[in-house]
């Protein structure tokens, strides 16, 4: 009893009026945010018919999920999410790879022609994919790998932003830790995996998740590179949700959620890595 008596339960605190205007900003923030996918929702579980009424109107007058099934009966929905899937996870490996690699070489390796080779690759960040899609596409077609999975994956492999943010980092690493392995006896290649790997975790967890959601949402690249159904992307397939009628509204919000899915997920579930690697990309004010 005694021990009891000495627990205390200290009275919350009034809130403060800054603590107030925040939280209402915030609410109304992710009000603005989550309200397009709300709508989505609602959307995907109405019929075709009232979907397109107007005025349109936020809660379906009959719930069906017709346009749910109708996208997994009559699309390819499964063979388009297993196309993404593959591509994403394989523009992600590589560019962790090459990003890693290729910043850790600049940030601690002399050579000739260093400063010239970092500019060159800087100077990718001034240039718009966009502009290069052309001389991507025929570089592509001379090779043959137009309609297949490298055509897809390799010209995304380009990460110029990639290897600055992990080159930075690579600077603000001090250099006593390697130079105490080389001391020790490892070699570059050991240091790097044993000693400059496991410090760069987050950053690489954060480059990861990007590049992830940037290939993953990539909509103009697997277009021009493939005509093959069998081949589409998410982005690219959801875009084929129509019939003589025009679009189907219904199934394309359904596909929209689903191609959203694991975006969303992989926020969640990864959020704090998100976040840890941003604040380690600035690291010494870098």
Not at 5 to 13: G, M, N, S, T, Y
Not at 63 to 86: D, H, K, P, R, Y
Not at 144 to 171: H, N, R, S
Not at 233 to 262: C, D, E, H, K
């Amino acid at each position: 009893m005694s021990t009891a008596a000495q627990i205390r339960v200290k009275p919350r605190r009034p809130w403060t009026p800054s603590q107030i205007v925040l939280t209402l900003l915030g609410v109304a923030v992710s009000v603005v945010f989550l309200a397009p996918l709300v709508w989505a929702l609602f959307t995907s579980l109405k019929s075709e018919t009232e979907a397109v009424e107007v005025p349109p109107h936020w809660l379906p007058k009959e719930w069906t999920a017709q346009a749910w099934s109708a996208i997994f009966e009559t699309g390819n929905i499964t063979n388009w999410f297993v196309n993404s899937l593959v591509v994403s996870v394989c523009v992600t490996t590589v560019v962790l790879t090459v990003s890693a690699l290729a910043g850790y070489g600049f940030a601690r390796t002399e050579f000739r022609g260093k400063n010239v080779l970092l500019g060159v690759v800087m100077a990718g960040l001034m240039i718009s994919p966009a502009v290069l899609g052309v001389p991507l596409f025929t570089t592509v077609q001379q090779m043959g790998m137009v309609d297949t999975y490298w055509g897809m994956i390799l010209p995304q492999c380009a990460p110029a932003a990639m290897v600055y943010i992990l080159y930075k980092f690579f600077q603000g690493i001090p250099r006593e830790l390697e130079e105490a392995a080389f001391i020790d006896g490892a070699g570059r290649w050991r240091v790097f995996f044993t000693i400059v790997v496991p410090l760069a975790r987050p950053s690489l967890a954060a480059v990861g998740i990007f590049t992830f959601i940037a290939s993953w949402n990539n909509f103009l690249w697997p277009y021009m590179v493939t005509n093959n159904p069998d081949l589409m992307t998410m982005p690219n397939g959801i875009a084929t949700v129509m019939n003589s009628y025009g679009i189907q509204w219904a199934q394309l919000m359904a596909g929209g959620l689903m191609a959203g899915l694991p975006l969303i997920i992989v926020f969640v579930f990864f959020q704090r890595q998100i976040v840890a690697g941003v604040a380690h990309t600035g690291l010494a004010g870098q």
